[in-house]
């Protein structure tokens, strides 16, 4: 594929200006339409980013059809993500997916299946992996020699109105997964179990539980503790937390927003950086990986479980239990089988041997 990506954007909102922006600034792609159910707000978008001309309707798929699209970037709601990528991917269509892959690891489970399926490339852009300073902060990680533990500390005091302030779990489920999903990256080790308080604390604007402290089991005996607030005022951290590394051979320290440093008597290797920031990152990325057929981070598979440490995170408050992350992938799997429409996912679903081993092995090519 020499030509520019033809990309239908679906879902205008806040996010979804971010993304237009992002696809219609690119050399690799050209924005040829946007798709809402709300067809005020896709005009109201495509006019914003100086295309008012851009064709507009409620049916990505269906725009894709009229408009020649090779690809959909679906920003919307979470709730939305598993129907719209799935039509997509059914349509022949490649599908970049905003965070969360879903909202629910069944959900997830069918999508990864899906794509399976139909052969087309799924990836989730978490963007705040796609960071500079986290890869100089990963590379710093293969300095350190064994890890024993991993910390993220996230306190900011935001005032967002809607639906983040009725939820019951806002900074779990709605922050707190990216955090999560750059521990994986960081480790290079995948979750087994997590032991989780959420609460709210009496000052709280938040119906839900606006802070939390969790600790997960990673593989190979790693800790990492995360512990975090959303009505936490004054010394405020970065969005993308504070970040400790304590190894066999030193630590190394990220405030988020500067470059990481490390604390160690070592030969720190060169590496080269990482060139992606961002959704441009993300989006650059996921054209090259169409291209060449490599499997991108962020593929469907890689990402879900991310989402299932959220899932457990939240099972573990509301138990008071530590939860295993293969209870979890069960207990999805088998949700996921039971409530699938679609009888080629699902064949495909009943056919995995085990859940882990088909999220963590990464195939050769998509
Ligand atoms: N990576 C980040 O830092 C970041 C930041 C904010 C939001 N997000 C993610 O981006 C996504 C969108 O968030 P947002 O804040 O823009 O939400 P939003 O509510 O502002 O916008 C979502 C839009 O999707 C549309 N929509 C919903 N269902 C649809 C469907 N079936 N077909 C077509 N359009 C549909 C809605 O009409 C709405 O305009 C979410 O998954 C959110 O988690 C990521």
Not at 5 to 24: P, Y
Not at 117 to 143: H, I, K
Not at 337 to 344: K, S, V, W
Request: glycine share 8%; proline share 5%; net charge negative.
């Amino acid at each position: 594929m020499s030509d520019r990506l033809r990309i239908v954007v679906v879902g205008a909102g806040g996010m979804g200006r971010a993304w237009l922006t992002a696809v219609e600034a690119s050399a690799d792609t050209d924005l040829v339409a946007v798709a809402d159910l709300d067809l005020d707000v896709a005009r109201t978008a495509a006019g914003a980013v100086g295309r008012p001309d851009l064709p507009v309707g409620t049916d990505a798929v269906a725009l894709a059809a009229q408009t020649g699209a090779h690809a959909v970037v679906n920003v919307t709601v979470p709730a939305a993500h598993h129907p719209v990528a799935t039509a997509a991917l059914f349509a022949g269509l490649p599908v970049l997916g905003e965070k969360p892959v879903a909202d629910t690891v069944a959900k997830a489970l069918s999508l990864a299946a899906a794509s399976q399926v139909t052969g087309q490339l799924f990836m989730v852009s978490q963007s705040r992996r796609w960071n500079p300073q986290l890869f100089a902060l990963r590379d710093m990680v293969e300095d350190l020699g064994a890890i024993g533990t991993l910390t993220t500390e996230f306190f900011r005091a935001p005032h967002f109105g809607g639906f983040r302030e009725e939820m019951a779990h806002p900074l779990l489920v709605d922050m707190a997964i990216h955090a999560f999903d750059s521990a994986r990256f960081l480790l290079g080790a995948e979750p087994v179990s997590v032991y989780c308080e959420a609460y709210n604390p009496p000052w709280s604007w938040y119906d839900g539980a606006a802070a939390a402290s969790a600790v997960f089991a990673m593989e190979g005996g790693i800790r990492y503790a995360y512990t975090g607030s959303w009505c936490s005022p004054g010394a405020d951290t970065s969005w993308n937390g504070a970040w400790r590394v304590s190894g066999e051979k030193g630590t190394a320290l990220w405030d988020g927003d500067h470059e990481p440093g490390l604390h160690a008597d070592v030969d720190a290797a060169a590496r080269p950086r990482s060139p992606h920031s961002g959704i441009d990152g993300a989006l650059h990325v996921f054209v090259d990986a169409l291209r060449t057929g490599a499997v991108p981070m962020g593929e469907v598979h890689e990402n879900v479980l991310s989402l299932a440490m959220v899932e457990a995170a939240v099972r573990s408050a509301e138990t008071g239990e530590r939860v295993l992350l293969d209870d979890v992938l069960a207990d999805a799997h088998a949700e996921a089988l039971r409530d699938e429409t679609c009888p080629e996912v699902r064949d495909a679903l009943a056919a995995w041997p085990s859940v882990r081993e088909v999220l963590t092995t990464r195939p050769a090519a998509h």
